[in-house]
Protein backbone atom coordinates (compact mmCIF):
# COMPACT_ATOMS: atom_id res chain seq x y z
CA UNK A 1 0.00 0.00 0.00
CA UNK A 2 0.67 3.34 -0.92
CA UNK A 3 1.96 6.26 2.14
CA UNK A 4 0.18 8.67 -0.25
CA UNK A 5 -3.47 7.40 -0.93
CA UNK A 6 -5.89 6.40 1.91
CA UNK A 7 -6.51 2.02 1.68
CA UNK A 8 -9.65 2.65 -0.31
CA UNK A 9 -7.63 5.23 -2.96
CA UNK A 10 -5.04 2.91 -2.95
CA UNK A 11 -6.84 0.00 -4.29
CA UNK A 12 -8.65 2.13 -6.62
CA UNK A 13 -5.33 3.33 -7.86
CA UNK A 14 -3.96 0.18 -8.37
CA UNK A 15 -7.04 -1.31 -9.90
CA UNK A 16 -7.81 -3.61 -7.08
CA UNK A 17 -11.54 -4.28 -7.42
CA UNK A 18 -11.03 -7.44 -4.52
CA UNK A 19 -8.76 -5.33 -2.10
CA UNK A 20 -11.83 -2.66 -2.61
CA UNK A 21 -14.65 -4.83 -1.88
CA UNK A 22 -12.70 -6.23 1.03
CA UNK A 23 -12.07 -2.72 2.28
CA UNK A 24 -15.78 -0.98 1.78
CA UNK A 25 -17.49 -4.69 3.36
CA UNK A 26 -15.44 -3.91 6.10
CA UNK A 27 -17.45 -0.23 6.59
CA UNK A 28 -14.98 1.68 4.38
CA UNK A 29 -16.79 4.87 3.29
CA UNK A 30 -17.63 4.61 -0.36
CA UNK A 31 -18.22 8.68 -0.92
CA UNK A 32 -14.51 9.04 0.47
CA UNK A 33 -12.88 12.31 -0.26
CA UNK A 34 -8.90 11.98 -0.68
CA UNK A 35 -7.01 14.90 -3.34
CA UNK A 36 -9.61 16.72 -4.20
CA UNK A 37 -11.29 13.35 -5.44
CA UNK A 38 -14.47 11.07 -4.60
CA UNK A 39 -13.54 7.48 -4.63
CA UNK A 40 -15.76 7.18 -7.48
CA UNK A 41 -14.32 10.09 -9.66
CA UNK A 42 -10.75 8.56 -8.46
CA UNK A 43 -12.30 5.22 -10.26
CA UNK A 44 -13.51 7.06 -13.36
CA UNK A 45 -10.24 8.82 -13.85
CA UNK A 46 -8.29 5.76 -13.01
CA UNK A 47 -9.90 3.65 -15.52
CA UNK A 48 -10.21 6.66 -18.26
CA UNK A 49 -6.03 7.14 -17.75
CA UNK A 50 -5.31 3.43 -17.79
CA UNK A 51 -7.04 2.77 -21.30
CA UNK A 52 -5.24 5.93 -22.26
CA UNK A 53 -2.24 4.79 -21.34
CA UNK A 54 -2.61 1.29 -22.45
CA UNK A 55 -4.64 1.68 -25.28
CA UNK A 56 -6.85 -1.28 -24.06
CA UNK A 57 -10.47 -1.33 -23.80
CA UNK A 58 -11.98 0.82 -21.04
CA UNK A 59 -12.99 -0.82 -18.22
CA UNK A 60 -15.82 -0.36 -15.64
CA UNK A 61 -15.40 -3.22 -12.89
CA UNK A 62 -14.03 -0.36 -10.05
CA UNK A 63 -16.79 1.99 -10.63
CA UNK A 64 -18.58 -0.84 -10.25
CA UNK A 65 -17.87 -2.33 -7.46
CA UNK A 66 -18.29 1.35 -5.56
CA UNK A 67 -21.84 1.86 -6.73
CA UNK A 68 -22.69 -1.97 -5.43
CA UNK A 69 -21.48 -0.65 -1.95
CA UNK A 70 -23.66 2.80 -2.30
CA UNK A 71 -21.10 5.56 -3.73
CA UNK A 72 -23.06 8.23 -4.68
CA UNK A 73 -23.29 8.46 -8.31
CA UNK A 74 -23.96 11.98 -8.37
CA UNK A 75 -21.83 13.21 -5.52
CA UNK A 76 -19.43 16.22 -6.89
CA UNK A 77 -15.59 16.02 -5.83
CA UNK A 78 -13.93 18.96 -4.22
CA UNK A 79 -13.21 20.76 -7.89
CA UNK A 80 -17.29 20.54 -8.65
CA UNK A 81 -16.57 17.41 -10.72
CA UNK A 82 -19.12 14.31 -10.81
CA UNK A 83 -18.76 11.05 -12.02
CA UNK A 84 -20.82 11.56 -14.86
CA UNK A 85 -18.64 14.30 -15.54
CA UNK A 86 -15.80 12.32 -15.52
CA UNK A 87 -17.31 9.72 -17.65
CA UNK A 88 -18.02 11.93 -20.52
CA UNK A 89 -14.29 13.45 -20.34
CA UNK A 90 -12.81 10.50 -20.77
CA UNK A 91 -15.90 9.48 -23.70
CA UNK A 92 -16.20 6.44 -20.72
CA UNK A 93 -19.72 4.94 -22.06
CA UNK A 94 -19.65 1.98 -20.02
CA UNK A 95 -19.49 4.54 -17.00
CA UNK A 96 -22.00 6.94 -17.90
CA UNK A 97 -24.20 4.05 -18.61
CA UNK A 98 -23.80 2.53 -15.54
CA UNK A 99 -24.19 6.11 -13.92
CA UNK A 100 -27.34 6.95 -15.24
CA UNK A 101 -28.72 3.59 -14.39
CA UNK A 102 -27.86 4.17 -10.82
CA UNK A 103 -29.23 7.48 -10.89
CA UNK A 104 -32.88 6.82 -12.60
CA UNK A 105 -33.09 3.66 -10.17
CA UNK A 106 -32.28 6.43 -6.81
CA UNK A 107 -35.02 8.52 -8.76
CA UNK A 108 -37.54 5.90 -9.33
CA UNK A 109 -36.95 5.26 -5.49
CA UNK A 110 -37.91 8.77 -3.91
CA UNK A 111 -41.25 8.98 -5.92
Known amino acids: MSNYWTP ?3 AVEHDNATA ?3 LLADGAD ?3 VFSNMTLLTHAIDAEGDASLQSGEPLTVH ?3 VLLSFGAD ?3 ADPDGRTPLDMATHYGHDLA ?3 L ?5 RRAA ?3
Do not use: F
Open 100 to 104: RAHIS
Open 73 to 75: PEL
Open 20 to 22: LAR
Open 62 to 64: ITA
Open 8 to 10: AHD
Open 109 to 111: GNR
Open 30 to 32: PDE
Open 96 to 98: VNL
